[in-house]
């Protein structure tokens, strides 16, 4: 791929639902902090490429920052299978040995009928290579941003997982000719 490109990674919204839910897809988002949503779009760059998830709460958080993105299913967050739409503290308070397994290893670890987070890193490599050169603003998940950083840094997986991505924060990252550069992670707009 010729050229640079410059991606702005955005964290979706909160999701207006239950805390400690593993969320499906068509969880909507917590639009309510209009300050940090407009400073947020104050700082983004004009007439870049957008890009989200398929989920609601991606499509909305764009939405709410005046993009109209295409929806790329390799931004999808990490897919948690059977315990989608289950609390993490009933998953663990009912001895599900699964869950706890998992918790044990959580880069190679699968959620029943899931995958791995090495399996999103897979896939988020994929979209990142369907984005040509130039600005693009990505709103994505938490597991997304995660494994885009992985790419960039040249992670494990098992290290990866340790960033801290907060709801509505940025992160940014350039894919250059000589190889990805880290601008910030987990940045905060006021």
């Given at each position: 791929?010729?050229?640079?490109?410059?991606?702005?990674?955005?964290?979706h919204a909160p999701v207006?639902?239950?805390?400690?839910?593993?969320?499906?897809?068509?969880?909507?988002?917590?639009?309510?902090?209009?300050?940090?949503?407009?400073?947020?779009?104050?700082?983004?760059?004009?007439?870049?490429?957008?890009?989200?998830?398929?989920?609601?709460?991606?499509?909305?958080?764009?939405?709410?920052?005046?993009?109209?993105?295409?929806?790329?299913?390799?931004?999808?967050?990490?897919d948690f299978g059977g315990?989608?739409?289950?609390?993490?503290?009933?998953?663990?308070?009912?001895?599900?040995?699964?869950?706890?397994?998992?918790?044990?290893?959580?880069?190679?670890?699968?959620?029943?009928?899931?995958?791995?987070?090495?399996?999103?890193?897979?896939?988020?490599?994929?979209?990142?290579?369907?984005?040509?050169?130039?600005?693009?603003t990505l709103i994505v998940?938490?597991?997304?941003?995660?494994?885009?950083?992985?790419?960039?840094?040249?992670?494990?997986?098992?290290?990866?997982?340790?960033?801290?991505?907060?709801?509505?924060?940025?992160?940014?990252?350039?894919?250059?000719?000589?190889?990805?550069?880290?601008?910030?992670?987990?940045?905060?707009?006021?």
């Amino acid at each position: 791929m010729e050229g640079e490109t410059f991606l702005w990674l955005i964290r979706h919204a909160p999701v207006d639902g239950v805390a400690g839910t593993i969320h499906a897809n068509d969880a909507p988002a917590d639009l309510g902090d209009r300050a940090h949503l407009e400073a947020l779009q104050r700082y983004l760059p004009r007439n870049a490429a957008s890009y989200a998830s398929p989920a609601r709460r991606t499509a909305e958080t764009a939405r709410a920052l005046g993009l109209a993105p295409e929806l790329l299913a390799e931004f999808g967050e990490q897919d948690f299978g059977g315990w989608t739409g289950r609390r993490h503290d009933e998953l663990a308070a009912n001895g599900d040995q699964a869950y706890a397994q998992f918790w044990r290893d959580p880069a190679q670890g699968r959620p029943p009928g899931g995958e791995s987070f090495e399996d999103q890193v897979a896939r988020v490599r994929l979209g990142l290579a369907r984005i040509g050169a130039g600005h693009a603003t990505l709103i994505v998940h938490s597991g997304t941003i995660r494994a885009a950083l992985c790419i960039a840094l040249d992670l494990t997986p098992e290290a990866a997982l340790r960033f801290v991505i907060d709801p509505l924060s940025l992160t940014r990252i350039d894919r250059l000719a000589t190889g990805w550069r880290v601008v910030s992670v987990n940045q905060r707009m006021a």
